[in-house]
């Protein structure tokens, strides 16, 4: 007897158990998408989603009021929700859990109009003049200013040079500037360039004036005389390079002078010119113990020429002396 009571004991406290567990108490579902107080644009249409903690759902949809509760079963996910005008639509969820309703957090979300359509883009402005400065004739080492007008609907310039014949492989940017200086023309023939007029459509490209560089005679270089007894140092960039030194003869009567290379890393050439850069018979030019003499008649002056195979300096002792030849010491 004891046996049986001790088993019915056993089994009432199983039944209590289970029916204890069956009975926990579930939480109300959340609401996880969409984000609350998100925003979409009028006429797109959205989900709302919820976690999963019931086997039924209503659910109620705010659009200017709460509509009615709509049987959803179960449904984690309300698809096809929109607004065709600005305002807010709200969403709730009521799942049943443990033989009563729960309610879950309300999301908003915000429908707005569309922004208007943007306006259409600029036209493509029209190629820009391009002028330059100073006129024909032009020397190598002159300074070259290119300028141009501003065509309208322009934002942006770009300048490209032309170097002998050759194009630069880029455009450079020069912002809303209508003027830029080229000063490095030493070594150049010719020189030429091209402005573009750009904006978020395109560009327009201005004509291409062609600047041909003349190389300046001896006379236009307004060289200072050399000096006796002083000494003088320069440099070739290589073997396209000239550089000229000024000698003058104030006096009534012929006179000699010298030259005497103390430095050479140019590998220098030096010959005497006339003021036009020819050279002639009677400019005499004699190479004597490592030093260069000529004559020089009265009043007149000569250009001593100095040409290198490759870049480097040099530096030279200039004397006068009254023989001719040279014969002398210094």
Request: aromatic share 14%.
């Amino acid at each position: 007897m004891k046996n049986i009571k001790t088993k019915i004991k056993v089994i009432l406290l199983a039944v209590v158990l289970t029916l204890s567990g069956a009975s926990q108490a579930r939480a109300a579902t959340t609401i996880f998408s969409p984000a609350n107080y998100a925003t979409y644009t009028v006429g797109a249409n959205i989900s709302f989603s919820w976690y999963d903690t019931s086997d039924y759902y209503y659910i109620s949809i705010w659009n200017d009021s709460w509509g009615a509760w709509q049987d959803w079963g179960n449904q984690t996910d309300f698809t096809g929700v929109t607004r065709n005008n600005e305002g807010y639509i709200g969403t709730q969820v009521a799942s049943w859990e443990n033989n009563q309703w729960e309610y879950s957090n309300v999301v908003w979300v915000w429908f707005q109009n569309p922004p208007p359509p943007p306006p259409p883009p600029p036209p493509v402005p029209g190629g820009p003049t391009l002028n330059r400065a100073p006129n024909d004739p032009v020397y190598q080492g002159d300074a070259v200013n290119f300028s141009w007008d501003y065509p309208a609907n322009t934002t942006d310039f770009y300048i490209i040079y032309r170097r002998n014949g050759v194009w630069d492989s880029s455009w450079t940017w020069v912002g809303t500037g209508q003027s830029q200086n080229f000063s490095n023309t030493t070594s150049l023939n010719d020189l030429s360039a091209q402005v573009a007029a750009c904006n978020v459509s395109g560009c327009g490209y201005s004509n291409q004036p062609v600047i041909t560089l003349l190389v300046k005679t001896p006379s236009q270089l307004n060289l200072t005389p050399l000096t006796s007894g002083n000494s003088y140092s320069d440099s070739l960039s290589g073997s396209s390079d000239i550089k000229y030194n000024k000698v003058t003869n104030t006096t009534n009567s012929d006179q000699t002078y010298t030259i005497r290379l103390t430095t050479d890393t140019a590998n220098t050439t030096v010959s005497l010119v006339d003021a036009n850069g020819n050279s002639s018979a009677s400019d005499n030019l004699i190479f004597n113990q490592g030093r260069i003499a000529f004559k020089i008649s009265a009043v007149s002056e000569r250009y001593l020429k100095f040409t290198g195979t490759q870049a480097g300096s040099y530096t030279f002792v200039f004397n006068r002396f009254r023989l001719f030849p040279y014969l002398e010491a210094p």
